[in-house]
Each structure stands twice: as C-alpha cells, then as structure tokens.
C-alpha cells in the first residue's frame, strides 16, 4: 500500500470520529487548505475502495467510512504496519531540530532545504515554528544573511527543550515504540532518528529498577518523560555537548540525586556510558519535578503554597458559584500535585498533558475559571494549558461532574445583519470553541430587552447604546479580536456561571455529594478524631522562653527531651534527627515573620503536639521561599506517623492560619500564650461551626 502521512492521518480522524469531520475541520486539524483535503479525499476513497469500504457524506457535509466491521477491522491492521511514503512537518521539523542541535554552530538555509528535502518557503516556515518554540526554553535562533542560521542558548535549556519536543509531538510513537521493544522486536534504526534502541530499553530497566528501590512514584507521563530526558542527556554527553554552571544543585544530598547517581552507575557498568556530576545534578531537577506525591503523605507545613491554593479554591468557588472552599480533599489532592507542577515551570520543563483538548472542550467554564484564579494567585508565573488542565481535573473531581452543562451564548450585531456577519459567526465558533451557539442581528432588530438570553454581545460597528457592554471586533476577526473575546468571557465568569448548571448544584437535592456514602459510624469516627486532635494540640500547648542556648538546635533537642519526660514521645534522639533531616531538605523559616515552624511525623509521637518557644537572641535560618529568616519564634509541630484524614485537616488548619493575615502573624510571634491558645480556639470554633453544625 502507498499512503502518504496526511492520507494516513485523514482515514484514522474520519474513523475515530464517524461524522463529526468535515473537510473544513480536517483542513484546519491538518493545517492545510480545504482543496488540498479534497484532493486527498479522493485517493482515500481509492484506498477505502481496496477493502470493500466507502467514503460517504452525512447531510451536514460530516465523513463516514461505511462498509462491514472485519472489512474496517483489515484496514486498520493494515495501516498499523505500513509506513507513509512521506515525513509528516512535524518530523521534518524535528529532523530539523536535530540538526541544529548537534551538527555544527551555524548553517546555510539552501543546504539545510536540500537535505530535509524541502522548498526554502517551506524552511522558513518550519524555522519560524521552531523559534516559536525554543523561545519558551530561552533558546534563539538567528537567521544573518552570509552568516547563517544560528542556535543560541545554555545546554541545560536545549536538554529541555529538545526533549520536551519529543514528548510533546512524539509521545505515542515513543510509547509504542518502547512496548515493541518490550515484545523483543528488533528496531535498527535510531527511534525517531535520535534514540538508539538499546538506550532506550536499558535505561528503562534501570529507571524502573531504581525507582522501585528507592519507593518513589512517578505518573505514566513523567516516567516516559524522565527516560527521554536521560536518553537526551546521554546523546548530548556523547556528542560532546556538555552543562556549564547554568545547572541547579540542590546538594548531594537530596533523594533525587542519590537516584540518579545509582543510574550513573547502572549506565558506566553496563554501557560504558560515563555522565558528569552537572548531568547527575541536571537529571536530579528533571526527577524531583516528575514525583508523583502522595496527597497522604504531603507535609502539612507547605504555609506558602497552602495559603496561594486556598486562595485559588476560593475564588474558582466564587465563580463558579459552588463552595468548594471546605473540601480538604480538594486541597490536599492540589498541595500533592503543585508542588512538582510549580517547581516543573520555574525550570522550564513543560509537562505533556494528552487530554487538555478534550478538558478544554469538556469543561471551557471551569477551565477559565481556573486559569483566571491561577493567574491571579502566582503572578509570577505563566502556567500552560497543560498544567491548568491537570488542575481543572482535580475540581471535576470534586465537583463529581460527569459533564459541564454550562452553554455560552453569544449574539453578533451589525448594520445588516448579513454578508460579513455569517462569516464572522462561523469563525468565532471554529475559534473559540468555550461559545456554543452565536446568533445574528442587525441594530434595528436588536432587542435589548432580550440581552439576558446571551453571554456576550459582539459587533462590527459602535452601537447607540450606552447601557449594553460589547466587544468591538473587525468582520474579519483579527487574533486581537479572539484575545479580546476570550478576556471578556474569563472576566465575566460569575456572570455567566450564575445562570448556568453549577449555580443549580448547590439547590439540586439529587446532585451527588462527597460523603453521599459515609455510615453513622464514619461521622461519629471523623468528628471523634476532630475531637482528639483538638484536646490534644489545646493541651499540650504552651509558650516557653528560651535564654543562653547556643542554637536553634539546641532549643530543639531541649523541647523533645521535655516532651520525653511527658511520654507524649518515646524516643526523643530520632525526633531530633528527623527534624534536622526535615530541615535539609528545604527552609523552614516563614518569610515575613520572624517564626520558624519544625515539624515531623515519627512513630515514636504518641500524640499531636504544637508548642512555641521565644528565643531571646535571633537565629539565622532558612526560609521557605530560600530567602534567610531571623527566627525569635521557633514553632514546633509533631504528630503520629499514621494521621487520619481530618488529623491531618486540623493541622494544616493551624500551619495556614500562621499566615492567614496581618493580625494573625502578629499573634503567632508574639509571645503570649494566652493571645495564642484563643487564637487556636477560634480557628478550631470557626472550623466546628462551618463544618459539622448546621443551621
């Protein structure tokens, strides 16, 4: 069978989808033009007509293969083992990628045309695709007449980059190439001209052989990505590209990098295959961005992100007009999932997220609503769709929708209300795909008595009217245009939202909840914990002043030893060296505040602890956002290694509200043990009456 790429893909999307594609939509899926489609409509049909099958057309253009199932069955079969007799662009543009990356420092534009085997036009257009991306791996490429196209950039960043490529155009092919590997097929050829088999499939084993014994956890999409990112790492070693000192190094210490150095080893012993300590230190960052973290297993202590996730709940309930603000699953599932995500984006490793179209499509309300709070929140940061797509997931979950209902509706007003305005209502649809239906009219039959019906009101010209909020487009609908529109939906979230499905949740009696299955005995077990946990941390409680002490440390081994003289710990040596391993692995000092919270979970604590102790001189320590804290205030949180659920709500109820606000950090540094123990009965009041006593 001779089938081109483009051929290939058009049968596989007319059979996965059966009538939803039209040759306008493959055109625009397959960025090509509609009459380039029809023409490769009809060698489809050539191709279709071998096994028994034909192309037909549904009555809203939509394409159908019809014929019998083992008929459709054979083609698939077959296509699965032919290979098209073309590249797709996208693997043209990564033969290009490679290229430039590792076959010398500048390039003639005519020679690199006539080695991909393309026209100049068709170079340029690749190479203006590949800046685009390399730019958000602070990666540049520049194109100086009699000099050349030219690659600028740290290794650490082309690492980044060029992997990210492959996972994110090539993340199926590596699958199912790394599985046929597994099944003993024999590959020769490089895997995506770049992956020697044999790579492949060993650092596999050796990834898997390491994780498993260093019991740490990684999602399907981070471990494909952790072997790519080390087979790019051996790649480059090999062909001389070496990491400078732009390489992160958290210490020698840390996890990651005792994993990785185990890899070093596996790799020289098996391979011959030597990596520098700065690859061990690189791959570390690639390896503590990609741990799946137990929500069970979180520290309790995250006060800066905690506070910033709260915040996000807050407003997306405030939105979406469901209160979400209560769920501690909620929580805690985004406290497990954003600490990677946030470390992941401040070194620029972009995480492939196969179904953010679909959630984008599934839920566009919820997703803006998301990615508005997340803007909002950590200003400081961009976060790709991917990321707020994995972050949409976790409050589908806890709303436990099985589809958004919410329609946006919008209306296009123009002199006419025909010609420009048809073709402007089909683009606005094709484009953004968050507004479901947009109707036409014309200013004279515009009825602003009906302007609740629609979401959002567009025009191609300034309306008389004052009391009407539009948007002013061009009837072309210019890019600025679709920022525009988009703006204006995200912005006017609660507007739209109050008319729709997740505003009747809250007053549907037959919308499910989350405790919808809990027994009598499960409350009486939650509120008997609640119960505990509270007596436990009032009782114990106190403020000690602490005077002539050398250290911070010292402080420290005073107050388990005391808390040892009360059985509250059985071994007070290995609390102690917990907390000092605690504190290595990152500050602890609170930013802003002169407090520092120590905190571990040991089982030698028989019970909740949180004490305070007033230092009369200032220790330097870490703090949690790297910056130094001069800590007066050392707060000491302790618990059991084995915490229930609403164990672990109480105490991440107190370690937020250190920070909660102005008042609240006054309070906690000050001192005073009776300001401090009301404030703990409030939070624990406020706690009760919002959470088990109805009105």
Sequence with gaps: MFITSREKSIIYLVAKTSGKHTPQSLASYLNVSVRTVQRDLKAVEKILNQFDLILQRTTNDGLVIEGKNEDMFKLIQQLSNVHPTDDTPEEKKLQLLIKLFHEGSSFKAQVLAKELVVSSTTLATYLDDLTTWLKKFSVAVTRKRGVGIEVHGDEANKRKALASYFLYHFHEDLLENLYALHQGSEIKAPILGFFPSHYLLKVDEFVQDILTHGETKLADHDYLGLIVHICTTIRRSESGFHLGDEVEQDGDQSKEFELMNHLRARLQ??????????????????????????????????????????????????QIHVDLSEDFSLFKGLLAHMEPSIYRLKHQMGLFNPLTEDIKQKYPLLFMAVRKSLEYEFTDMTFPDDEVAFIVLHFGSALLMNEEKADIHAVIVCPTGIGTSKMLASRIQKEITEISSVDISSIKDFDRNKLNQFDVVISTVRLPFNEIDYILVTPLLSDDDIDMIRSFLQNNLENITRKQQYG??????????????????????????????????????????????????????????????????????????????????????????????????????????????????TFSIKGMDGQEVQMKNLLLMLSPEDLSLREQEILSLISTSLIENDIAMMIFSSSNEAMIRGKLENIFLEYLQNKWIKE
């Design 269 to 318: 012993s098996d391979l011959s295959i030597p990596l520098s300590t700065n690859d061990i230190h690189y791959l570390a960052v690639v390896l503590k961005g990609s741990k799946l973290q137990d929500e069970l297993e979180i520290d309790y202590d995250s006060i800066l992100l905690g506070q910033k996730i709260k915040n996000v709940i807050e407003q997306v309930s405030s």
């Design 504 to 617: 009747e949740w809250r007053k549907n009696e037959e919308a499910p909840t989350r405790n919808e299955k809990s027994t009598l005995q499960d409350v009486l077990k939650e509120m008997k914990d609640v119960q505990t946990s509270m007596e436990a941390i009032l009782e114990h409680f106190r403020v000690e002043r602490k005077s002539n002490v050398e250290n911070h440390v010292q402080v420290l081994q005073e107050m388990v030893e005391e808390l040892q003289k009360e059985q509250l710990i059985t071994d007070s040596a290995q609390v102690l060296q917990k907390l000092m391993d605690r504190e290595k692995v990152g500050g602890l000092g609170i930013p802003n505040t002169n407090m520092g919270l120590y905190h571990c979970r040991d089982d030698s604590i028989e019970s909740l602890v949180f004490q305070v102790s007033h230092l009369d001189d």
